[in-house]
């Protein structure tokens, strides 16, 4: 059994696009960290002036998830946009002011006859197909634009989801892995996706936004019963304080004039 002063908080962080600003927050907050780059082939890392933290390296997809189950993780960073899509018993506790992006519904760049949703219902012929990671969230997106009058059909590679009347749905939403901004027009008419506030990814594959559905930065997200718990209350506080800090000093930084 461990004993207090043996206690350790689980945090998980996120591998990938949220990496390298994730690790320089860290480095402004005055956190040393092993085993966290980009050429690192392990999932696990320590903080070097703090052994109270167990690491663990995931995909933000997921952290979520296991943040949200009793007794796995404490702590993650991740995006706002995992913790709708997952629907994961979690608590935000601290925006990060980085990984900002917009989830956004495109299609083609020449199909100037589609500038909306129901430009795109209405000019279908037969179903539309719309190839995307963010099933929940897009089916909340179209229940809501139809009044929940269509409930889509959603579509894995392996199986084949429904909701009430979808058998009857114009529209199929097919679960995307990635590079979904290359999947219109062969495998499908349309795609709901997360874009920078650049659009880069989305003009080179010669698409348009006709929607924004949601924007999401990256958050650090805690489970609700490690916050029951007097020290892992504490030691998430103190957290979050050294991390406000770090971000505190980067806003500071970015100022006009800042030498």
Not at 80 to 108: C, F, K, M, N
Not at 159 to 187: C, D
């Given at each position: 059994m461990k004993t207090e002063s043996q206690r350790t908080l689980n945090l998980l962080l996120p591998k990938g696009s949220l990496q390298g600003d994730t690790l320089e927050m860290f480095q402004r907050a005055g956190y040393e960290l092993n085993g966290y780059t980009t050429t690192d082939r392990s999932y696990r890392a320590t903080f070097r002036n703090d052994?109270?933290?167990?690491?663990?390296?995931?995909?933000?997809?997921?952290?979520?998830?296991?943040?949200?189950?009793?007794?796995?993780?404490?702590?993650?960073?991740?995006?706002?946009?995992?913790?709708?899509?997952?629907?994961?018993?979690?608590?935000?506790?601290?925006?990060?002011?980085?990984?900002?992006?917009?989830?956004?519904?495109?299609?083609?760049?020449?199909?100037?006859?589609?500038?909306?949703?129901?430009?795109?219902?209405?000019?279908?012929?037969?179903d539309i197909l719309i190839s995307t990671e963010y099933l929940n969230i897009a089916e909340k997106y179209i229940l809501e634009k139809t009044e929940n009058k269509v409930a889509?059909?959603?579509?894995?590679?392996?199986?084949?989801?429904?909701?009430?009347?979808?058998?009857?749905?114009?529209?199929?939403?097919?679960?995307?892995?990635?590079?979904?901004?290359?999947?219109?027009?062969?495998?499908?008419?349309?795609?709901?996706?997360?874009?920078?506030?650049?659009?880069?990814?989305?003009?080179?594959n010669s698409l348009k936004e006709i929607e924004r559905l949601r924007e999401s930065e990256s958050t650090l997200i805690a489970n609700p019963k490690a916050l029951k718990d007097a020290w892992k209350r504490e030691k998430i506080e103190e957290f979050k304080q050294t991390l406000q800090k770090g971000l505190r000093r980067r806003r500071s930084q970015a100022l006009p004039g800042h030498i």
């Open positions: 052994s109270e933290f167990q690491i663990k390296i995931s995909r933000p997809q997921e952290i979520p998830v296991y943040v949200g189950m009793d007794d796995f993780y404490d702590l993650g960073i991740t995006g706002q946009d995992w913790v709708e899509e997952t629907d994961s018993d979690v608590e935000e506790i601290l925006p990060l002011e980085y990984g900002h992006i917009d989830i956004i519904l495109a299609v083609r760049e020449e199909r100037e006859d589609i500038n909306t949703f129901e430009d795109l219902m209405n000019l279908a012929h037969g889509p059909a959603i579509l894995t590679p392996w199986k084949r989801l429904n909701t009430p009347g979808s058998y009857q749905s114009p529209i199929r939403l097919m679960l995307s892995f990635g590079a979904t901004e290359g999947k219109p027009p062969e495998e499908a008419d349309a795609i709901i996706d997360n874009s920078t506030a650049s659009r880069r990814t989305i003009k080179a």
